[in-house]
């Protein structure tokens, strides 16, 4: 019969490698506990992990379109207060023209009421975000109106052109005081309506495109999500305030001056109804974004379910085996002390 010895060296090295795989349970059921997820999916899942590969692809692309979303629901936000802000700016230009056609207000008030809101105009639609231009169309790194009171502007050079061109002489010349009813109604559905609701508008005014920004909202869905200073509530609105502000003048007749507020309060009317369908169009598209999100984000959450029922752990069952783990490493090491303690010395003595 074969006897095996047993040495103390050969105890410790078998503690020391039972320890050290004991380490590496630990740091694995630490990790499941933590995250409550498989330490190691390929070995847990095998064949499978590929699947979980492909659905955690799918959950980011999910999650991403949410994250845009919610950068497209801020834009559009921010596109309607700047349309509230244009409509309440185009409500008190038509209040001083109306004010101006029953003769309570005079020529230096309906002027600075103009001004007032070319200004308004060019600040509200030349709101930026995020380093982009709302209005712009796809231009959105370009400012989109061009400031009909800034010095050199080409939308005020062209207006005055256009009159020159029309009656043979400036505003200021003494001229204008001879302008009939007539002769202002035919500038206003030629030259100036050429200037804005012409080829003007693109060469003088706007630096934007017709094209809307086109975001996708979903996985099969698109929507255009911004609006253009080429809309022609915005064209007519900016068309009624420099027909006043470019054309009145100490000079010019009365006749023609209310030819002028006549037309431009026709043109704020119809500014009004415009901006208001298009806030309601801009209105249509946040709640179609708004719901495309929360259809996402129920599809996100059943794709988070799935995945946790496939490489999920009982959290308990992993706490416990960390519980358990750790004990039985204290355990090694006790027993490792007490093993490097025996020695043949202390036997003898």
């Known amino acids: 019969m074969k006897t095996t010895s047993v040495s103390t060296f050969a105890l410790s090295q078998t503690m020391r490698y039972s320890h050290s795989r004991m380490q590496v349970d630990l740091a694995k059921a630490q990790k499941e506990a933590s995250t409550g997820l498989v330490a190691d999916r390929g070995l847990a899942l095998g064949a ?7 659905l955690e692809r799918d959950l980011e692309r999910l999650n991403g379109l949410v994250d845009s ?17 244009l409509a309440t700016a185009a409500q008190t230009f038509l209040s001083a023209l109306t004010s101006t056609a029953s003769g309570d207000a005079s020529s230096a008030t309906i002027t600075n009421a103009a001004k007032a809101a070319l200004g308004g105009m060019t600040s509200i639609l030349n709101t930026s975000m995020n ?7 796809t231009n959105t790194d370009v400012r989109p109106l061009n400031d009909f009171t800034a010095v050199g502007s080409p939308s005020k050079a062209a207006f005055d052109a256009a009159f020159q061109a029309h009656f043979g002489f400036t505003q200021a010349d003494p001229a204008a005081a001879s302008i009939t009813t007539a002769q202002m109604d035919a500038f206003i559905a030629g030259g100036l309506q050429t200037q804005f609701l012409g ?14 920004i086109v975001s ?10 911004s609006v253009s200073i080429d809309n022609d509530g915005i064209r007519k609105l900016a068309m009624a305030a420099a ?16 030819a002028l507020v006549d037309r431009a309060i026709a043109l704020v009317g119809e500014a009004l109804s415009d901006i208001a369908e298009l806030q309601s169009q801009t209105g249509v598209i946040e709640k179609r974004v708004k719901d495309a999100s929360d ?17 999920g752990v009982d959290p308990y069952e992993a706490s416990s085996r960390v519980s358990n783990l750790l004990t039985q490493i204290e355990t090694s090491y006790a027993l490792t ?5 025996l020695s043949l010395l202390k036997f003898l003595t």
């Open 48 to 54: 499978g992990t590929s699947r979980l590969v492909s």
């Open 69 to 85: 979303n919610a950068l497209v629901s801020t834009r559009l936000s921010a596109t309607q207060k700047s349309l509230s802000q």
């Open 131 to 137: 380093g982009e231009h709302l209005f712009a169309g």
């Open 199 to 212: 080829a003007g508008w693109q060469a003088n005014w706007s630096n934007a495109t017709d094209q809307a």
């Open 216 to 225: 996708r909202i979903a996985l099969n869905e698109t929507a255009e999500t």
């Open 243 to 258: 027909g006043i502000a470019g054309s009145f003048s100490e000079t010019t007749s009365g006749a023609a001056k209310t």
């Open 295 to 311: 259809r996402i984000k129920t599809q996100t959450e059943l794709f988070e379910k799935h995945i946790l029922d496939v490489e």
């Open 337 to 341: 002390a007490r093993l490097q303690q």
